[in-house]
């Protein structure tokens, strides 16, 4: 049973940065495809980020060349690096795993969810 918990949320300006971690236990990160995903009050919840197992990675255009998705193998640890906040970019931010190989951007394709940690870009 893997157990994820979310960390690094907060307040900001626009313009400024935050670093969200995912601290995973009941598995190894290196062997999960993992992702962080969304959800703005009154929306649907919408794909952020995802690495692969083999750490391929794939990020959202909204977020292109801001966020950053990063694994630590070392801490067993998911991260997202967020440069350049928008006020667009307030939500819960949520981490997931999808325990295959194979890695999707589709929130319904991830087992496993943390709680979440909110962020507001004001």
């Known amino acids: 049973h893997v157990q994820l918990v979310e960390s690094g949320g907060g307040s900001v300006q626009a313009g400024g940065s935050l670093r969200l971690s995912c601290a995973a236990s009941?598995?190894?990160?290196?062997?999960?495809?993992m992702g962080w995903f969304r959800q703005a009050p009154g929306k649907e919840r919408e794909f952020v980020a995802r690495i692969s197992v083999v750490g391929t990675t794939d990020t959202a255009d909204s977020v292109k060349g801001r966020f950053t998705i990063s694994r630590g193998n070392a801490d067993n640890t998911l991260y997202l690096q967020m440069n350049s906040l928008k006020p667009d970019d307030s939500a819960m931010y949520y981490c997931a795993v999808r325990l295959s190989s194979v890695c999707y951007n589709r929130a319904e394709t991830f087992e496993y969810w943390g709680q979440g940690t909110q962020v507001t870009v004001s």
């Open positions: 009941g598995y190894t990160v290196s062997r999960l495809c």
